[in-house]
């Protein structure tokens, strides 16, 4: 079983800034693609972006120019740098191990108008 831990939520003003964190536990984080989930108050989850295990990335629409997924396979971490924050992007983060469908708990982010 792999343990995933978001940090870095918080609430900011439109227009700034936010990193995010997903921590796994496990030796197997390397081999995997990682992504990160949002979920509105009122609306379906939907995809922000992915990682493979060689760092190809894809972006939901909403936030491409703005937001960049990477890792550091060291330490076991996958981020979500989210920048030029709008209200719209306010919802819980959640990262996700799809092979093995492992969810964090999630993270709250809240950009103010």
């Known amino acids: 079983q792999v343990q995933l831990v978001e940090s870095g939520g918080g609430l900011v003003q439109a227009g700034g800034s936010l990193r995010l964190s997903c921590a796994a536990s496990g030796s197997i984080f390397r081999f995997n693609a990682m992504g990160w989930y949002r979920q509105a108050p009122g609306k379906q989850r939907e995809l922000v972006a992915t990682i493979t295990s060689s760092g190809s990335t894809i972006y939901a629409d909403s936030v491409k120019g703005r937001f960049t997924i990477s890792r550091d396979n060291a330490k076991n971490t996958v981020y979500l740098q989210m920048n030029s924050l709008k209200p719209e992007d306010t919802a819980v983060y959640t990262c996700?191990?799809?092979?093995?469908?492992?969810w964090g708990q999630g993270t709250q982010v809240t950009v103010s108008s």
């Open positions: 996700r191990m799809a092979a093995y469908d492992y």
